[in-house]
């Protein structure tokens, strides 16, 4: 029912990540399940949470004040962007380093969930690796190998130009530059740059994992009065007690995620539209005033930012209309005896969508897409009409 690769991978990251010490979450070979109880690890994630929160909250707003002051227009624009990206990196590392035991948890019960599933329901002739599985596997390995290799193209930005942001320019003096100081800077950024993507690709693959495999059970498998050659598991499975125990199972492992995980949702949708509407608007207004690398590099970063969290957005708002119309399929005639419609209409009743909620005050629905493009867009709009007009008045 999932791909051992894409497994295989996901453990192989973590591990890197827990080594290079931006993850207490590892793979423990002996028990067979992700584990973080590591006291050396749990120490190398503190020194860099550490060196991370001295870089966001220290090191690069000083940058930013000095860059200010300069009207240094380039090196404030980078060094803005990067701060943003940094905040991001400080709230993956952050997350996990306080919430690591309940992480476990979460992706301990659902691999178990999956192969238990497979083991019991899927039909012996169809466990061959199929389309999907391939599909899954080329994209896990195209995320592992593209974003630690963007993060390594960029802070070789570093080496050919060491007066450029996100460095510190203002904290070294001339006489340190090309030293073992400049070479030692380099290292640990590319060092951090590295751990921070390898981070950022294990938990796109875990994303990537849960809406394919654990989709196909809530879009399909528990959907009843399909064809029969569309299922891959047992007809057992959409028996009533199968059925509703998978059901809860799976409602339990989302809301335990969002219990955990959900309230880290509001500051990335915060940070990343922040960032898109500083790319758009200083793309724009001023982009005459651009390095030719500027103008290839904010438009590329705000493309990402948005169309990667639409993506983000338009899974989970799936999510809810698939597992919707899964519940609208248990329709009271298809049960066989009176007993049974009326407990399955009890049960009806007390199972709502799957969903991804940030407790009670945001539910992400198929309409969240289209509300994040339309604050995008008028914010930015918003922006450009304001800064305009202050420009004008400073021209008169």
Not at 41 to 61: A, D, E, K, S
Not at 360 to 380: D, E, H, I, Q
Request: contains cysteine; charged residues 15%; proline residues 3%.
């Amino acid at each position: 029912m999932y791909s051992s690769f894409s497994f295989k991978l996901i453990k192989s990251v973590f591990t890197i990540v827990s080594l290079m010490g931006f993850s207490p979450i590892t793979w423990n070979e002996k028990k067979q399940i992700f584990d973080c109880h590591s006291l050396i690890t749990q120490l190398r994630v503190c020194f860099n949470l550490v060196g991370v929160y001295v870089y966001t909250i220290c090191l690069i707003p000083y940058n930013l004040i000095q860059t200010r002051k300069t009207k240094d227009f380039q090196q404030f624009n980078y060094t803005f962007v990067v701060w943003l990206c940094s905040l991001i990196g400080n709230l993956m590392v952050s997350t996990q380093f306080f919430r690591c035991d309940q992480i476990c948890q979460i992706l301990n019960g659902y691999f178990l969930y999956l192969r238990k599933f497979e083991a019991q329901y899927v039909r012996q002739h169809k466990r061959e690796r199929n389309a999907m599985d391939h599909f899954i596997n080329t994209m896990s390995v195209w995320i592992v190998v593209l974003i630690p290799g963007a993060g390594l193209l960029i802070i070789t930005h570093y080496f050919v130009f060491p007066r450029s942001a996100p460095y510190m320019t203002y904290l070294i003096p001339d006489i340190y530059f090309f030293t073992c100081i400049y070479i030692g800077q380099g290292l640990v950024l590319m060092f951090s740059t590295v751990g921070l993507s390898l981070l950022l690709a294990g938990l796109m693959l875990m994303m990537i994992n849960f809406f394919a495999y654990a989709g196909v059970i809530y879009k399909r498998e528990l959907k009843l009065g399909l064809d029969s050659s569309k299922y891959i598991a047992n007809p057992q499975l959409r028996q009533v007690s199968h059925l509703t125990r998978n059901w809860r199972a799976l409602e339990l492992i989302i809301i335990y995620g969002c219990n955990i995980l959900g309230f880290t949702i509001i500051p990335l949708q915060t940070i990343l539209s922040q960032l898109s509407l500083f790319c758009n608007v200083t793309f724009v207004l001023f982009g005459d005033h651009l390095e030719l690398k500027s103008k290839f590099a904010l438009p590329f970063l705000s493309i990402n930012c948005i169309i990667g969290w639409c993506i983000f957005l338009s899974l989970a708002g799936k999510l809810f209309t698939s597992t919707k119309a899964t519940l609208g399929s248990w329709k009271f005639s298809q049960w066989p005896d009176k007993k049974t419609r009326m407990f399955m209409k009890r049960y009806k009743k007390s199972c709502q969508p799957y969903s991804i909620h940030v407790g009670k005050y945001m539910v992400v629905r198929p309409k969240s897409v289209l509300n994040f493009l339309r604050a995008s867009s008028r914010g930015t709009f918003r922006a450009l009409v304001a800064l305009r007009k202050a420009l004008a008045i400073q021209k008169h």
